[in-house]
């Protein structure tokens, strides 16, 4: 058997409540049981589900507050670790909502299926493509989440992370990213899916210390500009201090299209 399946079967899956906001719209009882299948995909547990019946979502919780303190009970009777929004939320309601359910970590449909996909991605090609399409997705949801991403540690989704493959990493990984982005420049009327991923070895000061291309571009000028934007970026202190010794080395992928923005 494969390394991923024994880990799997070893590790119980991660218990999950699904949260729903029925507008008339579609079936909202067969649109569950396929979140909830999901939720089984990515080794998740539906423990429970809560959902309210109404026209308009409520501003900033897009449920009301008497469904989510039900479903802040409901996750704490159970356990569960993670609760699984029903369709698509901004950054603000995803910190609303967490905050609500006593700092329980929150994803959207949109966030669970990038990382089933990220999960079972097979080559180097597929890994970096859904990894920087789940980036992609949460990177406007950073500001709102962080908040709450703040509080989680542990989980089902890797080291140091929640049920989602978020948690803190990401919010961390955002801000590099965005602090990285003005210092780099690269020029070229072609191939504009180059993509490179570039280890960082950073103290807690935020002094970057060490810079490798572990999975090159295949254009050594491609990844030369990507390694030179951190150290660059260092030197001019603006490179973000690590929030803690767990994440003074980083992989930060290279692509293009998404950090230049054509």
Same mark, same amino acid.
């Given at each position: 058997?494969?390394?991923?399946? =024994?880990?799997?079967?070893?590790?119980?899956?991660?218990?999950?409540?699904?949260?729903?906001?029925?507008?008339?719209?579609?079936?909202?009882?067969?649109?569950?049981?396929?979140?909830? *299948?999901?939720?089984?995909?990515? !080794?998740?547990?539906?423990?429970?589900?809560?959902? +309210?019946?109404?026209?308009?979502?409520?501003?900033?919780?897009?449920?009301?507050?008497?469904?989510?303190?039900?479903? !802040?009970?409901?996750?704490?009777?159970?356990?569960?670790?993670? *609760?699984?929004?029903?369709?698509?939320?901004?950054?603000? +309601?995803?910190?609303?909502?967490?905050?609500?359910?006593?700092?329980?970590?929150?994803?959207?449909?949109?966030?669970?299926?990038?990382?089933?996909?990220?999960?079972?991605?097979?080559?180097?090609?597929?890994?970096? +493509?859904?990894?920087?399409?789940?980036?992609?997705?949460?990177?406007?949801?950073?500001?709102?989440?962080?908040?709450?991403?703040?509080?989680?540690?542990?989980?089902?989704?890797?080291?140091?992370?929640?049920?989602?493959?978020?948690?803190?990493?990401?919010?961390?990984?955002?801000?590099?990213?965005?602090?990285?982005?003005?210092?780099?420049?690269?020029?070229?009327?072609?191939?504009?899916?180059?993509?490179?991923?570039?280890?960082?070895?950073?103290?807690? +000061?935020?002094?970057?210390?060490?810079?490798?291309?572990?999975?090159?571009?295949?254009?050594?000028?491609?990844?030369?500009?990507?390694?030179?934007?951190?150290?660059?970026?260092?030197?001019?202190?603006?490179?973000?201090?690590?929030?803690?010794?767990?994440?003074?080395?980083? =992989?930060?992928?290279?692509?293009?299209?998404?950090?230049?923005?054509?």
């Amino acid at each position: 058997m494969s390394e991923l399946y =024994d880990i799997l079967v070893e590790t119980p899956p991660t218990k999950v409540i699904l949260l729903a906001l029925d507008q008339g719209l579609w079936d909202c009882e067969r649109s569950l049981a396929e979140l909830s *299948a999901l939720c089984e995909a990515n !080794h998740m547990e539906a423990v429970a589900e809560v959902t +309210q019946k109404r026209q308009t979502p409520e501003t900033g919780i897009v449920l009301g507050s008497g469904k989510l303190e039900e479903a !802040h009970l409901a996750a704490e009777e159970l356990g569960a670790q993670c *609760a699984v929004f029903d369709g698509e939320l901004t950054g603000s +309601q995803i910190r609303n909502i967490s905050t609500a359910l006593g700092g329980l970590e929150v994803i959207d449909r949109t966030m669970l299926i990038l990382e089933i996909f990220r999960s079972r991605a097979v080559t180097n090609e597929g890994k970096l +493509q859904t990894e920087l399409a789940l980036l992609r997705y949460r990177l406007p949801r950073l500001q709102g989440m962080g908040e709450s991403l703040s509080r989680q540690g542990g989980g089902g989704g890797g080291e140091g992370d929640g049920p989602g493959g978020g948690g803190l990493n990401d919010v961390y990984l955002g801000q590099v990213m965005l602090a990285v982005r003005p210092n780099w420049s690269f020029t070229s009327a072609t191939r504009l899916n180059l993509v490179c991923v570039v280890r960082v070895k950073v103290n807690l +000061q935020g002094e970057v210390e060490k810079v490798d291309v572990t999975q090159s571009s295949g254009n050594a000028q491609y990844d030369s500009s990507a390694a030179n934007a951190i150290w660059r970026t260092s030197r001019a202190g603006a490179f973000p201090p690590p929030p803690s010794e767990q994440y003074t080395e980083l =992989d930060l992928v290279f692509t293009l299209n998404e950090l230049m923005g054509r």
